[in-house]
């Protein structure tokens, strides 16, 4: 089992920036590759970064290309998710989540492991 713990969510004006950390236990941090998703109310989870095990190849969803950066610290058994020129459109449910599973995985079914969310808010 692995267990995850968001945190760094809030409340940021439209053009602003917050950092998302995702603390894991419970397993090896560096055997998971990690992902972040988000759920904004009335749709759908969906997929917004993954990076590998190591953290040297990172994906995103075209919506937050060139303004969001996954990273990790192997050593804190930490994700993280730098958002920066957050829109209004961004509101969300923030979700981190682990999978044992290689190559690049941007499903939500390809994860097993989820923390319980941390809320961002972009007010325009």
């Known amino acids: 089992q692995v267990q995850l713990v968001e945190s760094g969510g809030g409340l940021v004006q439209a053009g602003g920036s917050l950092r998302l950390s995702c603390a894991a236990s419970?397993?090896?941090?560096?055997?998971?590759?990690m992902g972040w998703f988000r759920q904004a109310p009335g749709k759908e989870r969906e997929f917004v970064a993954t990076a590998n095990k190591s953290g040297g190849s990172t994906n995103y969803a075209d919506s937050v290309k060139g303004r969001f950066t996954i990273s990790r610290d192997n050593a804190k058994n930490t994700v993280y998710l730098q958002m920066n020129t957050l829109k209004p459109e961004d509101t969300a449910v923030y979700y981190c989540a682990a999978t044992a599973v290689s190559g690049i995985r941007t499903r939500e079914y390809e994860y097993a492991y989820w923390g319980q969310g941390t809320q961002v808010t972009v007010s325009s």
């Open positions: 419970g397993r090896t941090f560096s055997n998971y590759r």
